[in-house]
């Protein structure tokens, strides 16, 4: 399986929204409906954003939102505050009990 | 509240066994689908190893597949994977990572813990 293709890194002052692309294939992304955000502080345990694409598990602000096109997957983190600076990274499900990360996107928050 | 805690990471050799383990606690271990996620030094997260709520199928990544298992005890609420054969690439920080509905995205995961392979 190989891993979905996230940028290195994205960027943005307070307040201000950015959106981190997830591309895989026919096979993970654009087969199913189940892709899953995660934000990773490092040393800390990562923390479930988004799921089913668009889904907020309880506790996540609405400012996190999720979108799919294809075989091309977004996370879209409105109005950042400097607690948002981490660690993304997208997953999907690859079908037959397999799950698929993306390599991780580092946000700064400027 | 859900806590996964991982342990059994350590100093191991090339070409050696360890066994992680993973106590589960504050769910009903046994009516959810558990996986292994592992992070290598500078890298990205990546999937290793899935196990079914009955323990009865399992499944593992190209990268690990003939030197991993991953098993369970749901009378213990325990996960556990098996690594043989280690090698230098599987440094890396060890998740314990519990399923939401029908293993399509992971909801809780532990702290990690860490695997050094190196002579």
């Known amino acids: 399986q190989s891993a979905l293709t996230q940028p290195r890194s994205v960027s943005g002052s307070p307040g201000q929204s950015v959106t981190i692309s997830c591309t895989g294939t026919?096979?993970?992304?654009?087969?199913?409906?189940?892709v899953s955000w995660y934000q990773h502080h490092p040393g800390k345990a990562p923390k479930l954003m988004i799921y089913?694409?668009?889904k907020w598990p309880s506790g996540v602000p609405d400012r996190f939102s999720g979108s799919k096109s294809g075989n091309t997957a977004s996370l879209t983190i409105s109005g950042l505050q400097a607690e948002d600076e981490a660690d993304y990274y997208c997953?999907?499900?690859?079908?037959?009990?397999?799950?698929?990360f993306g390599g991780g996107t580092k946000l700064t928050v400027l | 509240e859900v806590q996964l805690l991982e342990s059994g990471g350590a100093l191991v050799q090339p070409g050696g066994s360890l066994r992680l383990s993973c106590a589960a606690s504050?769910?009903?271990?046994?009516?959810?689908?558990m996986n292994w996620v592992r992070q290598a030094p500078g890298k990205g997260l990546e999937w290793i190893a899935y196990?079914?709520?009955?323990?009865?199928?399992?499944n593992h990544a190209d990268s690990v597949k003939g030197r991993f298992i991953i098993s369970r005890d749901n009378a213990r609420d325990s996960l556990y994977l098996q690594m043989n054969s280690l090698r230098a690439e599987d440094t890396a920080v060890y998740y314990c990572?519990?399923?939401?509905?029908?293993?399509?995205?992971?909801?809780?995961w532990g702290q990690g813990t860490l695997v050094t392979v190196s002579s």
């Open positions: 990572t519990k399923s939401g509905s029908w293993n399509y995205y992971i909801d809780h």
């Open positions: 504050g769910f009903t271990f046994s009516s959810f689908e």
């Open positions: 196990i079914s709520i009955s323990g009865s199928t399992i």
């Open positions: 026919s096979s993970d992304v654009g087969a199913y409906n189940y």
């Open positions: 089913d694409v668009t």
């Open positions: 997953c999907s499900y690859a079908g037959r009990y397999t799950l698929v």
